[in-house]
């Protein structure tokens, strides 16, 4: 079955820290790749996505995830943390023979950054 | 990217009544999708609604429970019928097929926050 997983509930990092946000996949092909941010009472706001090209990937305020397909992994990383970006992160995957609505959701990973 | 609004941002229903959950974007788009986040867990698609046709509903999701309409590229409207606190949930509207050409991901709405006691 296709899946999406995201193995830590709860991320916890000092600010100015770097911070990973993990997550694994296991869908057959080649993915479309996402993570999605969601802010108390808001809905998700897309952050940034791999569909072909560059391992590493940029995306909004600041930042990057890395692809490694020998892994099936998505990683979300940035250099250095914000209070302001504590927030629910959500991976997401969209098998290649899905089409537009088949985005699979990862169960989401909680980020607390501490002053 | 596109400007997604939804109405109402939430709602308390009686159980056994019926809520329409209205999506409005400033653009016309090619797709447009219902998702479900139940408290505390993930999202779930319910259906992709499509424009002057019937939606198309993912597995566990019926018709009669969550009738759907597309009057137009840029509305759309998700009933959630017969309500009982198992719906309690965020509706969420997205969009997808943007410009440019590839641009695979979706754009979300705020959500609607529905309570069902």
């Known amino acids: 079955a296709q899946s999406v997983a995201q193995p830590e509930d709860q991320v916890n990092v000092a600010e100015g820290n770097p911070l990973t946000v993990k997550c694994t996949y296991s869908v057959s092909g080649n993915p479309y790749l996402f993570w999605y941010v969601q802010y108390p009472n808001r809905g998700l706001q897309f952050l940034l996505k791999?569909?072909?090209?560059?391992?590493l990937v940029k995306g909004s305020y600041g930042f990057e995830a890395e692809f490694n397909k020998s892994q099936t992994s998505f990683h979300l990383k940035k250099p250095s943390a914000l209070v302001s970006d504590s927030a629910l992160y959500f991976c997401?995957?969209?098998?290649?023979?899905?089409?537009?609505?088949?985005?699979?959701f990862g169960a989401g990973t909680r980020l607390a950054v501490h002053p | 990217s596109a400007v997604i609004s939804q109405k109402p941002s939430r709602d308390i229903c009686q159980r056994g009544t019926s809520l329409t959950i209205q999506c409005q974007v400033d653009?016309?788009?090619?797709?447009m999708f219902w998702y479900r986040q139940q408290p505390g867990q993930s999202l779930t698609l319910i259906a992709t609604a499509n424009q002057g046709s019937e939606a198309t509903y993912e597995s566990g999701f019926v018709i009669d429970k969550f009738p759907i309409s597309r009057p137009n590229l840029t509305f759309s409207t998700l009933t959630v019928s017969n309500m009982s606190p198992e719906d309690s949930s965020i509706y969420l509207c997205s969009v997808g097929g943007l410009a440019p050409r590839g641009s695979y991901e979706q754009y979300f709405g705020p959500g609607t926050r529905l309570t069902v006691t």
């Open positions: 791999y569909i072909t090209g560059d391992n």
């Open positions: 653009s016309q788009v090619t797709m």
């Open positions: 997401a995957v969209r098998p290649p023979s899905g089409g537009y609505n088949k985005l699979i």
